[in-house]
């Protein structure tokens, strides 16, 4: 069977081992805390034009831990933090960790009603808010548990005047900070008075349970899944062991566009990259792509996360492929497929390697990757990490063998501990230490993994398996497009066919001439029978296409 043979070692380039050492360290506080003093003096986080060193960030975080424990907050209480890359971020989130809280991160785009499902289902006592959103905070606060409110704004962290002006401009001019009535204290007073307050440590256990990640899962309700010091540090470590091959400690500076409470950003960027001395550049809004490509323009960019989306974005913006990129050494796209003519574009553009990476909330994130030298195989997610196994098996749980189609399942010390309160969810995802992935695969001879889709997206068109990654890696190929997405609509005659929208790059783009291109690419049953051009695609805060919204 090929996870009990391990084909994927003899790909491994030198100098990675095959396994990690998560208990490396007791806790994620105790490894940060040997951080910050050995890159001290060195910029930790940039956030619109402000810096913060790993001592400051050190000392900050101290004081924010001495404020929590002041209010009486104790350890194994939950405390979400609620805001887009800002540099409170690493501060409320190391703090709250110092204090031996258990952290939720939240979307700061929730509705109230998924906002209020988070909050009642974790048991949330406290949050750390952009004012932005607290006008969302206030609507559902009383079906809470949630007594302290800190309350963060855009510019406190900035230098003043920068800091007014920018607060002014947000507050008064564009006015998207609503009125609310909530009794709170402001990030920075909370800093301040926790600087007048003694700190008493928390080093915490393997075991304990430090974050509350909310995901939907495979299937259902946004769930819990609880990620603990070891797994957190277990697939830091494993990152590590991949990147460090390409990367110098203490000497890297880092594109974050993606949201660091995101579990991709939150593990890669927040944590594994700032564990070797990473200067982290945080974009607060991604969505302006004007603003990611600026700071391309200010600072030698050495790795860049996304996404799919982000990187075409990136790719039809006029100015981008101005930028210099000789320093850029990683790219490394998740949370969705990367389509292969993308990552060709990419080389071409900027001379690095778009890197494919895989992974869930439930593998805290990453699981696989693919190489960051070239050497790995276009369209394939990768290898699995050190530490870590995966199999391809049927609908019985059968392991299945090299090249065989099946549910790719995943185990390694990264494996969340199970959806908090949620024993049932537990049992459907996990078998014997195995995560149900609930993503369509195979393995090949060489030990690379290939995703076909989602279980739940596939197209059953006559009996026939059709997968809209493909579909849609098809239309990436049109030069005049610009994205698309694939679903599957019922059918009289042959139960579903397959219907794709698409956006085009092109205004002169026809119907006509798309079928044209998919009959040279696809056989019979898999070449769309609906085509529905859109202005735009509906996507996630991080810009992860919603096929489920265009099937609803």
Known sequence: ??????????????????????????????MFEDTFVKYKDQPAF?????????????????????????????????????????????IALFGALRAGLVVVNTNPLYTPREMKHQFIDSGAVAIVIVENFADKLEEILPETQIKHIILASIGEMLSFPKSFIVNFVVRYIKK???????????????????????????????????????????????KGAMLTNKNLIANMLQIRSIMMPYLKEGKEIALSPLPL????????????????????ILVTNARDINSVIAEFKKYPISLITGINTLFNALLNH??????????????????????????????????????????????????????????????????????????????????????EIGEIQVKGP?????????????????????ICTGD???MDTDGFIKIVDRKKDMILVSGFNVYPNEIEEVAALHPMVFESAAIGVKD???????????????????????IEHFKENLTGYKIPKYIEFRTELPKTNVGKILRRMLKE
């Open 492 to 514: 009289e005659k042959s139960g579903e066919v397959v219907k794709i929208f698409i956006v085009k790059k092109d205004p002169s783009l026809t119907k006509e001439m798309l």
């Open 440 to 442: 369509i695969g195979y």
């Open 176 to 222: 998207i900070v609503p009125k609310h009535h909530l009794k709170s204290i402001s990030f920075k007073k909370a800093l301040e008075k926790g600087s007048n307050q003694s700190y008493r440590q928390h080093i915490g256990n393997a075991e304990d349970t430090i974050l509350l990640q909310y995901t939907g899962g495979t299937t259902g309700v946004s």
């Open 46 to 90: 940039d956030c619109m034009g402000k810096s913060l060193s790993f001592d400051q960030i050190n000392r900050y975080s101290r004081n924010f831990a001495s404020y929590l424990q002041s209010i009486g907050l104790k350890a194994g209480d939950r405390i979400a933090i609620m805001m887009p890359n800002l540099l409170q971020y690493p």
């Open 261 to 280: 409470y995101h579990i991709f950003a939150f593990t890669v960027n927040c944590l594994a990259l700032m564990g070797i001395g990473t200067r982290s």
């Open 414 to 434: 990264q494996v969340m501990k199970g959806y908090y309160q949620n024993e049932a969810a537990t049992d459907d995802i996990l078998k014997d230490g195995w």
């Open 1 to 30: 069977m090929a996870s009990a043979s391990k084909p994927w070692l003899k790909n491994y380039p030198a100098g990675i081992p095959e396994f990690i050492n998560p208990d490396t360290y007791n806790s994620l506080i105790e």
């Open 318 to 403: 006029s100015e981008f492929e101005k930028q210099n990129f000789s320093s850029l050494k990683i790219t490394v796209g998740g949370g969705m497929a990367v389509q292969p003519a993308v990552a060709e574009r990419w080389k071409k553009v900027t001379g690095c390697y778009l890197t494919e990476g895989y992974g869930m909330t439930e593998t805290s994130p990453v699981a696989v990757v693919n190489l960051f030298d070239g050497s790995g195989k276009l369209g394939f997610i990768g290898l699995p990490v050190p530490s870590t196994m995966v199999r391809i098996v049927d609908d019985n749980q059968k392991e299945l063998y090299l090249g």
